[in-house]
């Protein structure tokens, strides 16, 4: 995939299963009833994203500027523990990535009632509360170590867990993230549906508050429904 040749008059040729598929091989996992404009400005972004990320390799690695490394010098594919990190790249989205050590493997694939992994997203009302509200499941692979989630919007605390699910008894939680404070929008947006009248103070009328809300439901409010 030639990521400088992706731009929106390309993307805009495709289908949205097309689309979908491009999501997968940047590491964006797209709901397939997701709004097509919003796929496509997550994509546009992710591009971006790629780009700048090339721009600054190449700064670091011409003769002028590079350090000196020794060329046995390389990260290891793993550090043999298992953990999992989520970070948050907008209120929409969560980056997670885990790492999950040889001996947790080796148990999981000798146990002959081991099905699957997967990430289990949690909402929680308040960061005390014993049980969340509402919890769903985004199944990965053995070998995958990063994935992309779409969180749901209107929830004050998310936390994921790397669970290991097994054939006929309890589900086993491999290792969890701390529970992550979500960004709030403002009332205005949440109450910006068709038809209601939303009072605004002149200056921000004057703005094009409204108009702008209006364009929001239409291009991405329904994305999240």
């Not at 997550?42 to 700064?59: F, K, T």
């Not at 002028?64 to 290891?76: G, R, S, W, Y």
């Not at 669970?163 to 491999?174: I, R, T």
Request: glycine share 4%.
């Amino acid at each position: 995939m030639e990521i400088e040749k992706i731009n929106r008059q390309y993307l805009e040729t495709l289908s949205n299963s097309q689309l979908i598929s491009l999501g997968d091989e940047l590491g964006i996992d797209i709901p397939e009833d997701l709004n097509r404009n919003f796929i496509i400005a997550e994509l546009l972004e992710a591009v971006l994203e790629y780009e700048e990320d090339n721009d600054i390799e190449e700064i670091v690695t011409s003769e002028e500027n590079a350090p000196v490394h020794d060329e046995t010098e390389k990260l290891p594919d793993s550090y043999n523990e298992t953990s999992i990190t989520a970070l948050l790249r907008n209120p929409a989205w969560v980056y997670v990535y885990w790492d999950i050590k040889a001996a947790d493997l080796n148990r999981l694939s000798e146990d002959l009632s081991y099905r699957s992994m997967c990430l289990r997203v949690s909402f929680w009302e308040n960061e005390d509360d014993a049980s969340p509200v509402e919890s769903f499941d985004v199944q990965v692979g053995d070998n995958d170590r990063q994935q992309y989630v779409l969180l749901t919007p209107g929830k004050n605390f998310v936390r994921i867990d790397l669970v290991a699910l097994y054939h006929g008894h309890d589900d086993e939680n491999l290792a969890i993230t701390p529970k992550i404070a979500l960004p709030k929008g403002a009332v205005e947006l949440n109450e910006a549906l068709p038809g209601r009248d939303i009072q605004f103070p002149k200056l921000v009328e004057l703005s094009g508050m409204k108009e702008l809300l209006t364009l929001h439901y239409e291009n991405h409010r329904q994305s999240f429904s």
